[in-house]
């Protein structure tokens, strides 16, 4: 354990689930901190580069424009909320 701290404890403190935190433990018992790098994953790679990635995030985190109540982007409207990171994550995976 992580400095004493049970997984479920690790898990509400980070934002990960209980399983991620295990994983990333076993990972790290087997490789170190190389086993923790993001490993490349199957499928077809992203068609997004980190740059417009950044940008989407940057524009996501402004208000829309006066008289303006939700984003919009066909056909998706992605309506403002208090968890921007849902609307980034939304935004990042319709520009894939």
């Not at 923790?36 to 985190?61: H, N």
């Amino acid at each position: 354990m992580a400095q004493g701290l049970a997984g479920v404890e690790i898990a509400e403190r980070t934002g990960y689930t209980v399983v991620q935190v295990s994983r990333l433990r076993r990972r790290f018992a087997e490789h170190g901190v190389a086993g923790l790098q993001e490993r490349s994953r199957s499928g077809r790679p992203p068609t997004i580069t980190a740059r417009k990635r950044a940008e989407i995030v940057a524009l996501t985190l402004k208000p829309p424009a006066p008289g303006v109540t939700q984003w919009n982007s066909h056909p998706t409207p992605f309506v403002r909320t208090k968890d921007p990171a849902a609307i980034v994550k939304k935004a990042v995976r319709r520009c894939r």
